[in-house]
């Protein structure tokens, strides 16, 4: 009979036929035979459950749980082990691992979202939601002292001086004549091991030799191994006498278990009794009566001894005994990370200092079951907190034009902030360049906010600086307000935003451009991308003409077949007041890329003048601006404030007045939109029980009226929008300039891309910008810069640049999409990073700058001027080292006291010599703080560094054929495939991708390089 079980309800997940046969075993031998030489084969030991385990049917302890069940030697192993099997203590560990997840969500939401009304954290909260994980994690634990005897058994060792009748009760606790008994004393030399079962647990019974001073060889030899026993057993029974008196070997016993447990035992209570018990006891557990020779009481010292089990049943019934070793290791790791949190909490550490622990106990339990990604965490966030006709041209040209109109090594298409960057970074790495834009008048306009920066975008905006890109400095001269957001945490998570006079800000860039050497800035519509053969050769404008290029950089922004959303009315647009991109789009997508549609929104404009801002709460700058450029020396324009105000319920009523006029849900617009910045509609909709959201009002310049409402993005009908203004405290008499609108866009899938921003299909064309999925100026500009970079290094033939997660915020935003897509608009946030302590804002040219004047981005002068930033930094950590301050025990160095969190590094600065502090910055000042204060934080993630560098170098080839591979689901095959990741590490990074697969990877890697080793 043949029963064909169906995935995915079968035990491995996968179709599954069991074929039942009545007969001998010559019959079920044949059976076999002509099933192996079908081609068939024989599964290896525990190959039906490990692919269960690869199918996603159970996780890593229920598969454990299974080869202890088959291995159980007792009942209550068994049931132990069936019931882990069944997911007891992965149910029992699910809440934990939710609320540390909670727990990690809201601290990251503090930091990650500051500037969104979510509020911070009390300590006072942190501990309460921590002290019940930290509990939970103890107790299990400990549980593991029980668990390792349910599943290994113990070790019950009896011993005594001679003639206590030790032999005697060894076989009574057997039933039968295991060990020889006799009156006369050292009968017994040996050893004597036997394993048994006592209610339901594994026992090795050993008797010992009788422990007195004596001058026989043997004899002592097997009084030392007595003492090796005594060493080595999970309990102890001391056994004395009854019938006499406390000999001196008894009280020698009694000193030698001084500081264990163990159980007291009296012999030969069938005789009369002369032993005195007074003030012997000691650490003794229990008091047992026995007559090992009648049998007398055996049989309560068993329950006594094994009590304690009867009451681990009711708690293994729970799912919370640990049996498993590897399982004793993590969770222990798991709580030791907890512990280590709450002493942070009394030391009042900053948040991101706890975060490390935090997310080093999630690391531990995830071992265990599977893996929880960073967008789990964000997932949390987001479902916690409002944080916010063409002309027609033959899109698939693959023939080799004869001749072109112009030439030039790179072509970048779009010139918004990551066209931009992908231009100047071409041109100064020697390349003749042209940036082909659809109007000059509009080169790096700000579609959105008129604003750079804030939490994790600063990050990339220094490292774009760093590098050599130049965002920070057009930033810096155009800036009208600048503000170092989250400065009361610590320095990890300092970001620095400035709002932009936006004209200056477009104005500034261009003249950037304009005066970059080898750059051409071209006013034109791109239709078509030119190819042959799996290489780019140029582009085709809608004029004719035809562009040669080595190179070409997508940078399209929201132009491929947009299409602007306000109420009811909607129409082709790249942005407002600007023509989509059509045929290009069409042109791109002949190629065979796979692609989606995303969505953004912007909110309304607002004239300055009929706004009062008297009834508003001013939100000014710092007093003393942070530059994004470490070439700035200071800000030098004026500065001006912005305003907060709130919505309140009538607002809201509006909202839900009009839903069926919104194009958001009325399905007009079929675009996935960003979770971090939502529609005003879908604030009021999705938190019905959030009685106000936060709104900023934004100077768009200094010459200017404009006013940008942040918080109301929407694409409700203009009179809509303007009901929901004029509701607005403060705004009641406000005149909308521009109406919000929603857009929808195509973009190209991430993962088409290699780390370097090619392309995958087309050699010699790159992508960057929100033609990724990302959104954000910064996202864009940053990836402008490394694909300029790369188009640069790939036409003058020289080495790509990769940028690792542990080198900048760039290289896990590039990461993150390559590997994982992008299934809705991208944005950066601090909480992405796994050393977020490393990559900070102060560290950012110490980083990058030495591989920016590598590559040609960085010129002499500025290296220079790096150079000596860091001798100064050097000088000042030498100083701190050598002079001494008082603390309450006496003397230490500063950097020593520097350690403590109550210690501040101006209170050292008087004695800096004049010259060098003359010579530092504030930021400087607080770099070297941030280095010496977080010392071993900063060591400790060193050391995961080199963790993720040793996984990074083991190298993917490119066409490893995944599907060869037995024991990889067809999920896991067809996303490695189409990604196909560089490196283990990255493989490690996809989504659905277990650690079981990636160590089958490894191996078939480490086998196909042994063979490769042989034939060479």
């Given at each position: 009979?043949?029963?064909?079980?169906?995935?995915?309800?079968?035990y491995?997940?996968?179709?599954?036929v069991?074929?039942?046969?009545?007969?001998?075993?010559?019959?079920l031998k044949?059976?076999?035979?002509?099933l192996?030489?079908?081609?068939?084969?024989?599964?290896?030991?525990?190959?039906?459950?490990?692919r269960?385990?690869?199918?996603?049917?159970?996780?890593l302890?229920?598969?454990?749980?299974?080869?202890?069940?088959?291995?159980?030697?007792?009942?209550f192993?068994?049931?132990?082990?069936?019931?882990?099997?069944?997911?007891?203590?992965?149910?029992?560990?699910?809440?934990?691992?939710?609320?540390l997840?909670?727990?990690?969500?809201?601290?990251?939401a503090g930091?990650?979202?500051a500037?969104?009304?979510?509020?911070?954290?009390?300590?006072?909260?942190?501990?309460?939601r921590?002290?019940?994980?930290?509990?939970?994690?103890?107790?299990?634990?400990?549980?593991?002292?029980?668990?390792?005897?349910?599943?290994?058994?113990?070790?019950?060792?009896?011993?005594?001086?001679?003639?206590?009748?030790?032999?005697?009760?060894?076989?009574?606790?057997?039933?039968?004549?295991?060990?020889?008994?006799?009156?006369?004393?050292?009968?017994?030399?040996?050893?004597?091991?036997?394993?048994?079962?006592?209610?339901g647990?594994?026992?090795?019974?050993?008797?010992?030799?009788?422990?007195?001073?004596?001058?026989?060889?043997?004899?002592?030899?097997?009084?030392?191994?007595?003492?090796?026993a005594?060493?080595?057993?999970?309990?102890?029974?001391?056994?004395?006498d009854?019938?006499?008196e406390?000999?001196?070997?008894?009280?020698?016993?009694?000193?030698?278990?001084?500081?264990?447990?163990?159980?007291?035992?009296?012999?030969?209570?069938?005789?009369?009794q002369?032993?005195?018990?007074?003030?012997?006891?000691?650490?003794?557990?229990?008091?047992?009566?026995?007559?090992?020779?009648?049998?007398?009481?055996?049989?309560?010292?068993?329950?006594?001894?094994?009590?304690?089990?009867?009451?681990?049943k009711?708690?293994?019934?729970?799912?919370?005994?640990?049996?498993?070793?590897?399982?004793?290791?993590?969770i222990?790791?798991?709580w030791?990370a907890?512990?280590?949190?709450?002493?942070?909490?009394?030391?009042?550490?900053?948040?991101?200092?706890?975060?490390?622990?935090?997310?080093?106990?999630?690391?531990?339990?995830?071992?265990?079951t599977?893996?929880?990604?960073?967008?789990?965490?964000?997932?949390?966030?987001?479902?916690?907190?409002?944080?916010?006709?063409?002309?027609?041209?033959?899109a698939?040209?693959?023939?080799?034009?004869?001749?072109?109109?112009?030439?030039?090594?790179?072509?970048?298409?779009?010139?918004?902030?990551?066209?931009?960057?992908?231009a100047?970074?071409?041109?100064?790495?020697g390349?003749?360049?042209?940036?082909?834009?659809?109007?000059?008048?509009?080169?790096?306009?700000?579609?959105?906010?008129?604003?750079?920066?804030?939490?994790?975008?600063?990050?990339?905006?220094?490292?774009i600086?760093?590098?050599?890109?130049v965002?920070?400095?057009?930033?810096?001269r155009?800036?009208?307000?600048?503000?170092?957001?989250?400065?009361?945490?610590?320095?990890?998570?300092?970001?620095?935003?400035?709002?932009?006079?936006?004209?200056?800000?477009?104005?500034?860039?261009?003249?950037?451009?304009?005066r970059?050497?080898?750059?051409?800035?071209?006013?034109?519509?791109?239709?078509?991308?030119?190819?042959e053969?799996?290489?780019?050769?140029?582009?085709?404008?809608?004029?004719?003409?035809?562009?040669?290029?080595?190179?070409?950089?997508?940078?399209?922004?929201?132009?491929?077949?947009?299409?602007?959303?306000?109420?009811?009315?909607?129409?082709?647009?790249?942005?407002?007041?600007?023509?989509?991109?059509?045929?290009?789009?069409?042109?791109?997508?002949?190629?065979?890329?796979?692609?989606?549609?995303?969505?953004?929104?912007?909110?309304p404009?607002?004239?300055?003048r009929?706004?009062?801002?008297?009834?508003?709460?001013?939100?000014?700058?710092?007093?003393?601006?942070?530059?994004?450029?470490?070439?700035?020396?200071e800000?030098?324009?004026?500065?001006?404030?912005?305003?907060?105000?709130?919505?309140?319920?009538?607002?809201?009523?509006?909202?839900?007045?009009?839903?069926a006029?919104?194009?958001?849900?009325?399905g007009?617009?079929?675009?996935?939109g960003?979770?971090?910045?939502?529609?005003?509609?879908?604030?009021?909709?999705?938190?019905?029980?959030?009685?106000r959201?936060q709104?900023?009002?934004?100077?768009?310049?200094?010459?200017?009226?404009?006013?940008?409402?942040?918080?109301l993005?929407?694409s409700?009908?203009?009179?809509?929008?303007?009901?929901?203004?004029?509701s607005?405290?403060?705004?009641?008499?406000?005149?909308?300039i521009?109406?919000?609108?929603?857009?929808?866009?195509?973009?190209?899938?991430?993962?088409?891309?290699?780390?370097?921003?090619?392309?995958?299909?087309?050699?010699?064309?790159?992508?960057?910008?929100?033609?990724?999925?990302?959104?954000?100026?910064?996202?864009?500009?940053?990836?402008?810069?490394?694909?300029?970079?790369?188009?640069?290094?790939?036409?003058?033939?020289?080495?790509?640049?990769?940028?690792?997660r542990?080198?900048?915020?760039?290289?896990?935003?590039?990461?993150?999409?390559?590997?994982?897509?992008a299934?809705?608009?991208?944005?950066?946030?601090?909480?992405r990073?796994?050393?977020?302590?490393?990559?900070?804002?102060?560290?950012?040219?110490?980083?990058?700058?030495p591989?920016?004047?590598?590559?040609?981005?960085?010129?002499?002068?500025?290296?220079?001027?790096?150079?000596?930033?860091?001798e100064?930094l050097?000088?000042?950590?030498?100083?701190?080292q050598?002079?001494?301050?008082?603390?309450?025990?006496?003397?230490?160095?500063?950097?020593?006291?520097?350690?403590?969190?109550?210690?501040?590094?101006?209170?050292?600065?008087?004695?800096v010599?004049?010259?060098?502090?003359?010579?530092?910055?504030?930021?400087?000042?607080?770099?070297?703080?941030?280095?010496?204060?977080?010392?071993?934080?900063?060591?400790?993630?060193?050391?995961?560094?080199?963790?993720?560098?040793?996984?990074?170098?083991?190298?993917?080839?490119?066409q490893?054929?995944?599907q060869?591979?037995?024991?990889l689901?067809?999920e896991?095959?067809?996303?490695?495939?189409?990604?196909?990741?560089?490196?283990?590490?990255?493989?490690?990074?996809?989504?659905?991708?277990?650690?079981?697969?990636?160590?089958?990877?490894?191996?078939?890697?480490?086998?196909?390089?042994?063979?490769?080793?042989?034939?060479?």
């Open positions: 009979m043949v029963t064909y079980f169906k995935s995915p309800r079968s491995t997940g996968e179709d599954v069991e074929i039942s046969c009545h007969g001998s075993p010559v019959i044949e059976v076999m035979r002509l192996l030489q079908s081609g068939a084969r024989l599964a290896t030991p525990g190959e039906f459950t490990f269960a385990f690869l199918q996603g049917r159970i996780d302890v229920q598969a454990e749980a299974v080869r202890d069940l088959i291995e159980a030697k007792t009942v192993q068994a049931k132990v082990a069936h019931q882990q099997a069944a997911g007891s203590l992965s149910r029992r560990l699910k809440p934990v691992k939710n609320q997840i909670q727990l990690i969500s809201l601290l990251e930091i990650d979202f500037e969104d009304d979510v509020p911070v954290m009390a300590w006072e909260e942190i501990e309460g921590l002290s019940p994980v930290n509990q939970e994690l103890n107790y299990l634990y400990s549980s593991f002292s029980y668990g390792k005897i349910v599943t290994a058994g113990l070790t019950l060792a009896i011993i005594g001086r001679p003639n206590v009748g030790k032999s005697s009760l060894f076989n009574a606790v057997l039933r039968e004549e295991r060990a020889i008994v006799t009156e006369v004393p050292g009968t017994t030399r040996d050893l004597i091991t036997e394993s048994t079962e006592i209610q647990i594994a026992v090795r019974l050993v008797d010992t030799a009788g422990i007195r001073d004596v001058s026989d060889k043997v004899e002592r030899r097997g009084i030392d191994k007595s003492y090796e005594l060493a080595d057993a999970d309990r102890i029974l001391l056994l004395l009854g019938s006499e406390l000999a001196v070997e008894d009280h020698h016993l009694l000193s030698q278990l001084r500081d264990r447990e163990y159980y007291l035992v009296i012999n030969k209570v069938d005789l009369p002369r032993i005195i018990l007074d003030g012997i006891t000691g650490t003794a557990k229990a008091i047992c009566a026995v007559s090992a020779k009648t049998g007398q009481g055996v049989e309560l010292l068993k329950d006594t001894l094994f009590r304690e089990f009867s009451q681990e009711a708690l293994e019934r729970e799912g919370a005994l640990v049996t498993n070793i590897r399982h004793e290791r993590l222990g790791e798991a030791q907890t512990s280590r949190v709450k002493e942070s909490l009394q030391e009042q550490m900053p948040h991101e200092i706890l975060l490390l622990d935090l997310y080093g106990a999630l690391k531990a339990l995830n071992a265990l599977g893996e929880t990604t960073v967008e789990d965490i964000l997932e949390n966030i987001f479902s916690t907190f409002c944080i916010g006709k063409s002309l027609s041209v033959n698939n040209v693959t023939v080799p034009c004869t001749s072109y109109d112009e030439e030039y090594d790179a072509v970048v298409i779009g010139g918004g902030h990551a066209g931009c960057e992908a100047v970074a071409s041109a100064r790495m390349l003749r360049a042209a940036l082909y834009t659809m109007n000059l008048d509009l080169i790096a306009q700000m579609s959105c906010n008129p604003a750079i920066g804030g939490i994790a975008k600063g990050h990339l905006v220094r490292e600086d760093a590098l050599g890109g965002m920070g400095e057009v930033i810096d155009t800036g009208i307000q600048f503000r170092l957001l989250n400065s009361s945490r610590g320095p990890a998570v300092w970001s620095p935003r400035a709002q932009a006079d936006k004209q200056a800000y477009r104005v500034e860039m261009r003249r950037v451009l304009e970059q050497a080898g750059l051409r800035i071209k006013q034109a519509e791109v239709v078509a991308i030119l190819r053969n799996g290489r780019v050769l140029g582009i085709g404008l809608r004029d004719g003409r035809k562009v040669r290029a080595e190179a070409v950089i997508m940078t399209t922004g929201t132009f491929l077949n947009g299409l602007i959303h306000v109420g009811e009315n909607r129409y082709p647009a790249g942005r407002s007041g600007e023509s989509p991109s059509i045929p290009l789009a069409e042109s791109i997508k002949a190629i065979g890329f796979t692609w989606g549609r995303l969505k953004t929104g912007t909110p404009r607002l004239d300055g009929t706004i009062d801002f008297s009834r508003l709460q001013e939100q000014k700058g710092d007093d003393q601006p942070t530059p994004f450029s470490f070439r700035t020396k800000i030098l324009q004026p500065q001006v404030s912005c305003f907060i105000t709130y919505t309140d319920e009538k607002v809201h009523k509006i909202i839900r007045d009009n839903m006029r919104s194009p958001l849900y009325s007009q617009i079929q675009g996935i960003p979770r971090y910045c939502p529609s005003f509609e879908d604030k009021v909709i999705k938190f019905p029980d959030k009685p959201h709104l900023f009002l934004e100077p768009e310049g200094l010459n200017t009226n404009e006013i940008y409402v942040n918080g993005s929407t409700m009908p203009v009179d809509v929008q303007l009901a929901l203004v004029r607005i405290e403060g705004l009641q008499r406000a005149e909308v521009r109406p919000g609108y929603a857009i929808e866009y195509d973009y190209v899938e991430p993962t088409e891309l290699y780390p370097t921003l090619e392309t995958k299909r087309v050699r010699g064309l790159f992508h960057a910008g929100q033609i990724n999925g990302t959104t954000g100026y910064e996202e864009a500009a940053c990836q402008g810069l490394v694909a300029g970079i790369n188009a640069a290094l790939k036409v003058k033939g020289q080495e790509s640049l990769i940028l690792g542990n080198q900048a915020y760039i290289g896990i935003l590039i990461d993150d999409l390559i590997t994982k897509g299934h809705e608009p991208y944005r950066m946030f601090t909480s990073a796994e050393f977020r302590l490393h990559l900070r804002i102060d560290n950012a040219d110490e980083r990058l700058t591989i920016g004047h590598q590559i040609g981005l960085i010129s002499g002068e500025h290296f220079c001027q790096y150079g000596a930033k860091q100064r050097a000088a000042l950590k030498d100083h701190l050598r002079i001494k301050v008082p603390v309450e025990s006496g003397k230490l160095a500063a950097a020593q006291a520097l350690k403590r969190t109550e210690v501040r590094i101006e209170d050292f600065l008087e004695s010599p004049l010259a060098l502090r003359q010579s530092l910055s504030r930021e400087e000042i607080k770099s070297v703080e941030t280095a010496i204060k977080y010392e071993g934080y900063l060591r400790q993630q060193v050391s995961e560094i080199e963790k993720m560098k040793k996984a990074e170098s083991r190298t993917i080839p490119a490893f054929e995944y060869n591979i037995p024991g689901s067809r896991i095959v067809e996303k490695l495939s189409r990604i196909r990741p560089s490196t283990l590490g990255q493989a490690g990074r996809i989504p659905g991708v277990t650690p079981a697969a990636l160590s089958i990877i490894h191996i078939y890697l480490e086998v196909e390089s042994q063979k490769r080793a042989k034939t060479a």
